[in-house]
């Protein structure tokens, strides 16, 4: 039996190694056993970095100011906080919906869609991860979903941008970029019209960092308009600089009709996701009832945190931080590539290593990386080691991080370049 008297997540209650967070500044954290390197951003979420005052002053005031709320109630730092996510996300959107976290910000852009559209068929990839709650489970393509299947019904699974292990066998330098094109050809089979939603990670994170070819979202795009169903940038990990871009969905010549965002919002600090909608699906609701809600949504300490993120992210350049330090990371990340072998690639500060190698030798790195104090995303089953650092982290503590992450990989590894 584990030793604590409640449960640990996503794992056999024996086997969870339990994170004793004392505290923390910019890419640091800390533990009782001392001071870690935050290459991971703990759960992806940290972008605003650790320990920022800011942030726990705004929840502070407002806490003094209003602290308790109801969901449909009206106070100055809601509204101020979806103009901000509204201007953030570009012309054309027009209402957020507030939501407690990422698997119900997407929980809800399914029912949306759903109301929306009369729809009832939803379209998402294998490689994805949408969230823990039921609907955005049945999204979910990772090992995540077969636990609990069955699920909801009428999930088409696409395939994967997966340029290194492309499952039509092609290359990206030859291809017809039929990742893409072969959603237009799933709404036909499915329908066509029968299909309310495609939802994408701009850039799958937690399954590979899988990085689009430049065609990809206007492909899709594309096929969604011709058929008429929605298009749902989950931008819940790349939202927020992640990526070098505030959203990730902007580094292509695309507009979705749905964004969800949570993690990066307010980093942690508070417990805050939202759906930005755009005004095509926002005018509908006007007339039609927006069957969704929980007690708890746009809590006014969560909204404090979340607007305050947004004002630190602007203040401090974080997120041209991130698109300046994206390079410095993949070459670190090349360099190992060519020593360890496997594949290197990212965008932003989002970047993974993908490597074939025994799962004793990825225990291997789990502990040479702990001796490190160098906190990261190891999946030995899948064979990824996945970096998302604070947006905050500067440029030395970067390439030392890299540079030691590089030595571990040596030692779990050898030098199979
Ligand atoms: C792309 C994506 N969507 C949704 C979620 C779920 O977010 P939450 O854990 O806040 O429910 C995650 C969490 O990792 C995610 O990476």
Redesign the pocket.
């Known amino acids: 039996m584990s030793e604590y008297p409640f449960f640990f997540t996503w794992s056999a209650q024996h086997a969870a190694k339990p994170l004793e967070l004392t505290g923390g500044e910019g890419a640091w954290f800390t533990t009782k056993d001392g001071r870690w390197l935050d290459l991971g951003a703990l759960?992806?979420?940290v972008n605003v970095g650790h320990g920022n005052r800011r942030i726990v002053e705004a929840i502070k005031r407002q806490a003094d100011e209003l602290c308790l709320s109801a969901p449909n109630a009206v106070y100055p730092a809601k509204v101020e906080l979806a103009e901000r996510l509204l201007k953030m996300a570009g012309p054309g959107f027009t209402k957020v919906f507030f939501t407690?976290?990422?698997?119900?910000?997407?929980e809800n852009a399914l029912k949306m869609a759903r109301l929306y559209s009369g729809r009832l068929k939803n379209i998402a990839r294998r490689s994805?991860?949408?969230?823990?709650?039921m609907g955005?489970l049945s999204l979910t393509g990772d090992w995540r979903r077969p636990p609990l299947e069955p699920g909801i019904p009428g999930v088409v699974r696409a395939e994967d941008c997966y340029c290194d292990r492309c499952p039509f066998g092609k290359r990206v330098e030859t291809c017809a970029r039929e990742c893409a094109s072969h959603i237009g050809d799933l709404l036909a089979v499915e329908g066509p019209k029968k299909v309310a939603a495609v939802f994408l990670?701009p850039v799958?994170?937690?399954n590979g960092v899988l990085v689009p070819p430049p065609e990809y979202w206007p492909i899709v795009r594309k096929v969604c308009n011709d058929d008429g169903a929605l298009l749902v940038a989950?931008?819940?990990?790349?939202g927020f600089g992640r990526t070098g871009k505030p959203f990730g969905f902007q580094h292509w010549d695309v507009v979705p009709d749905l964004i969800?965002v949570?993690?990066g919002l307010a980093s942690g600090y508070a417990t805050i996701?939202a759906v930005i909608v755009h005004e095509r699906i926002a005018k509908f609701f006007e007339d039609n009832v927006l069957a969704c809600g929980l007690t708890y949504y746009a809590h006014p300490t969560s909204c404090a945190a979340a607007l305050e993120t947004m004002k630190v992210y602007e203040d401090e350049g974080m997120y041209a931080n991130a698109a300046k330090l994206g390079p410095v990371l993949l070459r670190e990340l090349h360099a190992i590539r060519d020593s360890v072998g496997g594949f290197a690639r990212g965008l932003g500060l989002l970047a993974a290593l993908e490597l074939e190698a025994p799962i004793e030798e990825w225990k291997v790195l789990g502990a040479e990386l702990a001796k490190r104090k160098l906190s990261l995303h190891v999946d030995g089953k899948r064979g990824t080691a996945i970096f998302a650092p604070p947006l905050c982290i500067t440029e030395q503590e970067l390439v030392t991080g890299m540079r030691s992450f590089g030595e571990a990989a040596k030692v779990a590894f050898g030098s199979r370049g």
């Open positions: 759960s992806y979420q407690l976290g990422g698997a119900e910000a997407n994805s991860y949408h969230g823990a709650s955005a990670e799958p994170g937690a989950d931008e819940v990990l790349t969800t949570a993690k996701g």
